[in-house]
């Protein structure tokens, strides 16, 4: 067979050559075991917790490096494309922070546009480079077509991620399938020359060398040595549109686009063979590759399940609406990616997490599980230090978004709500009573007259016994007190109506009380609050102010 004349028939269209591209995209001059990385995902709809999890570690290993982080955006699959997709994608890492210093961002009339010399980054833009690639491995013999009818060409059109990436099965109907491709490899010039004469599309397999009963060795850099049978099958380079399937595309762009570590999900490793192969027949070296383990949650029995799309907290804008901060975010992210990140932060806690040297060595191999609740205690850490302004900032933020009438009201008393967001911050122990904005709202909603309403019920007390106790306080209060004279008030009560002042006495005989001063301050919380948990009595009464104060009280004892 001819394969020059083979190369110039299949692709006539294709009149650069590899070495073209070759300058066009040279290689990267940067410093000494500088890593480029990339997060490449397919734009069908939003990013997945986990694959947030790559991008940490991509962006980690290459800014820690000095090397290049870059973003692609992987098209080529069209049927499984989402409207405005590769747009979210990127304003929803921009929230999280992810700066990529090239690759695929929005241009200003909201297209995706290049940034960099190696672009372009949306793959569907880059067919002409692909052919010429192919064209290449057709003229050396490495590539053949397969002309397809009608009904095939639908099959090779499905071919999408899903099932590129599956192992194929050569037992039972395999048999026939492998002397099928045998078959196809024995097509003529002649053939060739009438199939295209007849218009007739074709699909572009690779002539695989590979003997599936051999092992080929690979060091993956988180799985570590591993041992996979070799690629025997004539898998699809390019798709009868012309467009590449993800193995080719990935071989392709990775080299041009000089990644030196390929992180991606180790869904891909049964692929690896066929990239290796790839890579190997293009004369390319191939690049480190780090196959990430999934991210799993205990199902209601106590299993381990892989974070599915359905699940709460697996796409990144779940985050947003329960109201994480997106810095909460990334610390939980930074602890499921190196185990001793927790520890190196409580030693540095006020470094960003930008400091802390991420290892691949430790991380997960078999998979790491996502958690809520050790999400909710990071954030908690994390909120707890930020100012009562800042706290209301996002807290308005997030309202604005997801709770109109809380932002109306929050803007309506901004005073009084971080005045009520600096209660217990600030100094060595500050309070850590939310994780979300939507907990903060939780927290001072009863701050605010439409949002403030009984919730506790008091117990164990007589409606006489809690009016007595609060028509004193309210008789007795003065705004002008601090808050030792505001609890000797409390206490003085408590007295006159024979409860215990002193809780040490009282836990010894209860029996002798019908009460103690908790419970006096727990009628007095109950009626300003709503609630049987609240923060400091007096801070709380002095945000009120005296009037709205003795008002909710007043009002309390009335309606029982
Ligand atoms: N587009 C591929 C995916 O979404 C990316 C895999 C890779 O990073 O190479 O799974």
Known sequence: MNTELLAELLFPQITKSVEDYESQYPPRNLPEGAKVTRFAPSPTGFVHFGGMYQVMIGERLAHQSGGVFYLRIEDTDAKREVEGAAQGVIKTLAHYGAEFDE??????????????????????????????????????????????????????????????????????????????????????????????????????????????????????????ALELPENDEDFVLLKSDGIPTYHFAHAVDDHLMGTTHVIRGEEWLPSLPK?????????????????????????????????????????????????????????????????????????????????????????????????????????????SRMT???????????????????????????????????????????????????EAKKFISFFFPSYYTIEDEITGFAKEDIKAALTKFEATYSEADDSTAWFDKVKAIAEELGYCSNMKEYKANPDAYPGNVGDISTFIRVALTGRTNSPDLYTVMQILGREEALSRIHSYYEGL
């Open 103 to 224: 690759g695929a961002s929005i241009g200003e009339d909201g297209s995706i546009v290049s940034k960099g010399i190696y672009g372009p980054h949306k793959q569907s833009q880059r067919a002409e480079i692909y052919q010429t690639y192919a064209k290449k491995l057709v003229k050396e013999g490495k590539a053949y077509p397969v002309f397809t009818t009608a009904q095939e060409l639908e099959e090779a059109l499905a071919v999408d991620k899903k099932t590129e990436n599956k192992t194929k099965d050569w037992s039972a109907t395999a048999e026939e399938t492998r002397k099928e491709m045998l078959a196809n490899r024995e097509i003529t010039l002649e053939q060739v020359q009438a199939e295209l004469a007849a218009g007739h599309p074709f699909v572009l397999r690779i002539l695989s060398d590979g003997d599936g009963e051999k092992k080929v060795k690979v060091v993956d850099q988180i799985k570590g």
């Open 388 to 438: 009562a302004e800042e706290v209301y900032a996002y807290v308005l933020a997030w309202a604005k978004e997801y709770d109109a009438p809380f932002a109306e009201t929050l803007e309506a008393y901004k005073d009084r709500a971080v005045a009520a967001f600096a209660i217990g911050r600030g100094g060595k122990k500050p309070r850590k009573d939310f994780a979300t904005w939507a």
């Open 275 to 383: 990239h290796l192969q790839l890579f190997r027949y293009l004369g390319f070296r191939a690049p480190k590759y780090l196959h990430t383990a999934q991210v799993l949650r205990l199902d209601e029995n106590g299993n381990k399940k892989k974070l599915s799309k359905r699940d709460m907290g697996a796409k990144m804008e779940d985050y947003d609406a329960l109201g994480y901060p997106p810095v909460s975010v990334i610390e939980y992210l930074m602890t499921l990616l190196n185990s001793n990140y927790e520890e190196w932060h409580a030693a540095n806690p006020t470094l960003p997490y930008t400091e802390f040297p991420v290892t691949i060595k430790k991380l997960s191999t078999s998979g790491c599980l996502f958690d809520f609740n050790k999400l909710d205690d990071v954030s908690k850490n994390v909120i």
